[in-house]
């Protein structure tokens, strides 16, 4: 009888919300899916299974605001700014940059913020970093929903720019 009593009590322990562990939706993107591994064993080590969910940007942190998703990753900082239901934690995964891509054949082989001005200019919706640069810099910046359309606008010369992170370049973060 103290056997079947202490296996019922260990079953009911073991299966308490304690003892489970923790699912945390976090919303990545195609940008930051590289980051997914490394999260996973993170999360791990506190107990914790993150479910990556595969959203835009924005459409990440609307989510994360309203309750839908747990966490974001792929954050700038500051780029939380207006969100009243969004933590921003200070640790980071790496540093990132800001970089303007232009076709192979472009005249310029170098470009300044101020000469971004009179130039045709796209980047993804949801980038924070090159809308916050944009805004500050006066430059008048086309928003596309991935970066699949933003790079079609530069083949087709449609823009002249591109503003990525090197986020969103996975070579440029193994340096």
Request: proline share 3%; charged share 20%.
């Amino acid at each position: 009888m103290q056997k079947f009593i202490a296996a019922v009590w260990a079953g009911l322990v073991l299966a308490s919300p304690v003892c489970a562990q923790q699912v945390l939706k976090v919303a990545i993107n195609e940008s930051t899916r590289h980051y997914q591994p490394a999260l996973t064993a993170l999360y791990k080590e506190v107990g914790l299974v993150p479910e990556f969910v595969v959203l835009p940007t924005e459409r990440a942190l609307r989510s994360v605001e309203h309750g839908d998703v747990d966490a974001d990753l792929g954050r700038v900082v500051g780029g939380t700014a207006g969100y009243q239901n969004v933590l921003e934690l200070g640790e980071s995964l790496s540093e990132v940059s800001l970089i303007a891509v232009v076709k192979k054949d472009a005249s310029v082989s170098r470009l300044t913020l101020a000469e971004l001005k009179g130039r045709s200019v796209a980047s993804t919706r949801g980038t924070k970093m090159a809308e916050a640069t944009a805004a500050k810099w006066g430059i008048k910046l086309t928003l596309v929903n991935t970066p699949q359309q933003m790079y079609q606008m530069l083949v087709n010369d449609r823009v002249d720019v591109v503003l990525i992170t090197s986020v969103m370049m996975p070579d440029a973060n193994a340096a």
